[in-house]
């Protein structure tokens, strides 16, 4: 009897046990279909036939079904209004309450090109400008901002950025967002800085003829009754230099001007480059001031033609000759030559053995106004603008310049220019050069 009765309570014991397995592990299901938004199936017989257990997993299944459409609502919507504003000019931003990403159109992945994929990304991660992330934070709060310019660095570079904010709500409304459109203005910002320097060198640089012709007339208006001859003579031959000296500004002033201008007057003609450059060179051997150096001509026999405005031309070698005469001694040796590169291009250049360029200058001989010697280029009466206008010329005839100098050895000055022309205004399609003379 005894063993009858421990035998019920045993098995009594394995049925409680055996319910409360199913429990636990149709309840770790259940947990488990939350947490990976798919519908609970029922598949224990037992616990279908609850009612408290079926009416949860319906409320459950309807609860992930609901949850399932709204993130598909939500991507959606994500989705079809970045192919919205994908194309558009301006850079869009949106970034939820903790700052991570949610679109970013294509025009800001090029403001930002190391990170190929923004979205997901924490915006700290993206924009390192303390004084941006606070524009943001004070959007997304609601205050009211004017749309504000902004410094980012990115791997040692700088870009600027102008930004307009607007606080919007979350997609599902539990939270605010926020949405900026951002434009890129580090170019304009590069240009403004270029404008700035070009018209403080350019007034420094009339400044000091004008000063010192100022001077001088002052000591000759007060003075000229009691002034010596000689003195007299030296002033006026004083004025008369510096006068000279303001004018070649003025005029490589307005080259530059007309070659920045939307017509700059480039007639293009065939011209054989060989005759071009030996009948160039013939003629600088016989100017007074290139008494005292040698001018060499090396071309290959078959150089050919390019297409090309000769008088431009012209004025690129001769700004490249006048260069070399002027900053380097008597007894210097110049050469000028050219070679086929290839079928499409050819390459020229002018050289001397003279003192050459440090190192550290090469990179901005070609900007306007500049001087590896400052005192010495005034005294030679160079404006700092003649390598400036070779790189503007080139560049028009779709080529390009460069310098090759050791200090102490010499500078060769390359040009490689297209052999045709392709259709349409080459000047219109180039930057402008900030570029200029020694």
Same mark, same amino acid.
Request: net charge neutral; proline share 5%; aromatic share 6%.
């Given at each position: 009897?005894?063993?009858?009765?421990?035998?019920?309570?045993?098995?009594?014991?394995?049925?409680?046990?055996? =319910?409360?397995?199913?429990?636990?592990?149709?309840?770790?299901?259940?947990?488990?279909?939350?947490?990976?938004?798919?519908?609970?199936?029922?598949?224990? =017989?037992?616990?279908?036939?609850?009612?408290?257990?079926?009416?949860?997993?319906? *409320?459950?299944?309807?609860?992930?079904?609901?949850?399932?459409?709204?993130?598909?609502?939500?991507?959606?919507?994500?989705?079809?209004?970045?192919?919205?504003?994908?194309?558009?000019?301006?850079? +869009?931003? /949106?970034?939820?309450? *903790?700052?991570?990403?949610?679109? =970013?159109?294509? *025009?800001?992945?090029?403001?930002?090109?190391?990170?190929?994929?923004?979205?997901?990304?924490?915006?700290?991660?993206?924009?390192?400008?303390?004084?941006?992330?606070?524009?943001?934070?004070?959007?997304?709060?609601?205050?009211?901002?004017?749309?504000?310019?902004? %410094?980012?660095? #990115?791997?040692?570079?700088?870009?600027?950025?102008?930004?307009?904010?607007?606080?919007?709500?979350?997609?599902?409304?539990?939270?605010?967002?926020?949405?900026?459109?951002?434009?890129?203005?580090?170019?304009?910002?590069?240009?403004?800085?270029?404008?700035?320097?070009?018209?403080?060198?350019?007034?420094?640089?009339?400044?000091?003829?004008?000063?010192?012709?100022?001077?001088?007339?002052?000591?000759?208006?007060?003075? @000229?009754?009691?002034?010596?001859? %000689?003195?007299?003579?030296?002033?006026?031959?004083?004025?008369?230099? @510096?006068?000279?000296?303001?004018?070649?500004?003025?005029?490589?002033?307005?080259?530059?001007?007309?070659?920045?201008?939307?017509?700059?007057?480039?007639?293009? *003609?065939?011209?054989?480059?060989?005759?071009?450059?030996?009948?160039?060179?013939?003629?600088?051997?016989?100017?007074?001031?290139?008494?005292?150096?040698?001018?060499?001509?090396?071309?290959?026999?078959?150089?050919?033609?390019?297409?090309?405005?000769?008088?431009?031309?012209?004025? +690129?070698?001769?700004?490249?000759?006048?260069?070399?005469?002027?900053?380097?001694?008597?007894?210097?040796?110049?050469?000028?030559?050219?070679?086929?590169? #290839?079928?499409?291009?050819?390459?020229?250049?002018?050289?001397?053995?003279?003192?050459?360029?440090?190192?550290?200058?090469?990179?901005? /001989?070609?900007?306007?106004?500049?001087?590896?010697?400052?005192?010495?280029?005034?005294?030679?009466?160079?404006?700092?603008?003649?390598?400036?206008?070779?790189?503007?010329?080139?560049?028009?005839?779709?080529?390009?310049?460069?310098?090759?100098?050791?200090?102490?050895?010499?500078?060769?000055?390359?040009?490689?220019?297209?052999?045709?022309?392709?259709?349409?205004?080459?000047?219109? %399609?180039?930057?402008?050069?900030?570029?200029?003379?020694?």
């Amino acid at each position: 009897m005894n063993v009858f009765f421990a035998v019920v309570l045993l098995l009594i014991i394995l049925f409680l046990f055996r =319910a409360q397995w199913r429990q636990n592990r149709a309840l770790g299901e259940l947990r488990n279909a939350i947490r990976s938004n798919q519908s609970f199936l029922l598949k224990d =017989a037992a616990s279908e036939n609850l009612p408290a257990w079926r009416e949860l997993t319906d *409320a459950v299944n309807r609860l992930i079904t609901d949850n399932a459409e709204l993130r598909h609502q939500r991507s959606g919507q994500l989705t079809q209004l970045e192919a919205t504003l994908g194309n558009l000019r301006e850079a +869009v931003l /949106i970034v939820d309450e *903790a700052n991570y990403i949610h679109l =970013a159109n294509r *025009a800001l992945r090029e403001i930002f090109p190391g990170s190929r994929d923004l979205v997901n990304l924490r915006l700290e991660l993206i924009v390192r400008s303390a004084p941006f992330l606070e524009y943001v934070r004070e959007t997304r709060a609601g205050q009211p901002l004017p749309r504000q310019e902004f %410094e980012i660095m #990115d791997r040692q570079k700088s870009h600027w950025i102008e930004a307009s904010g607007a606080p919007i709500p979350s997609p599902d409304g539990k939270s605010q967002w926020a949405l900026f459109v951002i434009h890129d203005i580090t170019n304009q910002r590069n240009l403004e800085r270029v404008r700035r320097d070009f018209v403080a060198n350019a007034s420094h640089e009339l400044r000091t003829p004008l000063s010192i012709i100022k001077g001088y007339i002052e000591t000759l208006v007060d003075g @000229h009754l009691t002034m010596a001859v %000689e003195d007299r003579d030296k002033f006026l031959h004083t004025i008369q230099r @510096h006068s000279e000296r303001l004018q070649a500004i003025i005029d490589d002033l307005l080259v530059l001007s007309r070659l920045e201008s939307a017509t700059p007057g480039i007639k293009f *003609a065939q011209v054989d480059l060989a005759q071009f450059i030996g009948q160039l060179a013939d003629d600088y051997r016989h100017r007074p001031h290139a008494s005292g150096h040698s001018i060499s001509v090396k071309l290959p026999a078959d150089l050919g033609t390019i297409n090309a405005d000769q008088e431009k031309l012209t004025q +690129v070698f001769s700004n490249l000759l006048e260069n070399a005469l002027k900053y380097t001694p008597k007894g210097t040796q110049l050469e000028m030559g050219g070679r086929a590169v #290839d079928e499409q291009d050819v390459e020229c250049f002018v050289s001397d053995n003279g003192p050459g360029i440090p190192s550290v200058d090469l990179p901005q /001989i070609f900007e306007r106004f500049y001087r590896v010697e400052k005192g010495r280029s005034r005294e030679t009466g160079g404006t700092g603008l003649g390598l400036s206008i070779v790189k503007h010329i080139v560049q028009m005839h779709g080529g390009r310049v460069w310098a090759e100098s050791q200090e102490g050895q010499g500078l060769t000055l390359h040009l490689r220019l297209p052999r045709t022309q392709p259709p349409g205004p080459i000047a219109s %399609e180039l930057p402008r050069p900030a570029g200029s003379g020694q």
